[in-house]
């Protein structure tokens, strides 16, 4: 599976960005998706999760203000991140692991894209 995330960048408080990931080499059908972050204080949180049932999750810090979706062809992931915090401010990545549900814990992913930096200032 090769993840590639795009779409990172910096914005002032308040603002808006979108995040992408495409995704190729899947070899079973089900699978979920999800965005995770990472800091150096707060260590990895899940974001936002995308379960092949279509059902989502969000991390209550960003419920409300992001959303996680996905196109027809279930071949990119996108991450609509509104309303922007400092506290938002991380690299995020894009995830996936086989399977009808999404994993309990982070470190059940087995797929990682390489990240894309969000910067949120004041």
């Known amino acids: 599976v090769k993840l590639v995330e795009s779409g990172g960048g910096s914005v002032q408080s308040g603002g808006s960005l979108r995040l992408s990931c495409a995704a190729s080499?899947?070899?079973?059908?089900?699978?979920?998706m999800g965005w995770i972050r990472q800091t150096p204080e707060k260590g990895r949180e899940e974001v936002a999760t995308?379960?092949?049932?279509?059902?989502?999750t969000y991390a209550d810090s960003v419920k409300g203000r992001f959303t996680i979706s996905q196109d027809n062809a279930r071949r990119t992931l996108f991450l609509q991140m509104n309303d922007l915090k400092p506290e938002d401010a991380a690299m995020y990545y894009c995830?996936?692991?086989?399977?009808?549900?999404?994993?309990?814990?982070?470190?059940?992913?087995?797929?990682w894209g390489q990240g894309t930096q969000v910067t949120v200032s004041e």
């Open positions: 995830t996936t692991e086989y399977g009808t549900w999404c994993p309990k814990w982070v470190d059940e992913y087995d797929y």
């Open positions: 080499g899947f070899a079973h059908s089900k699978y979920c």
């Open positions: 995308l379960a092949d049932d279509g059902s989502t």
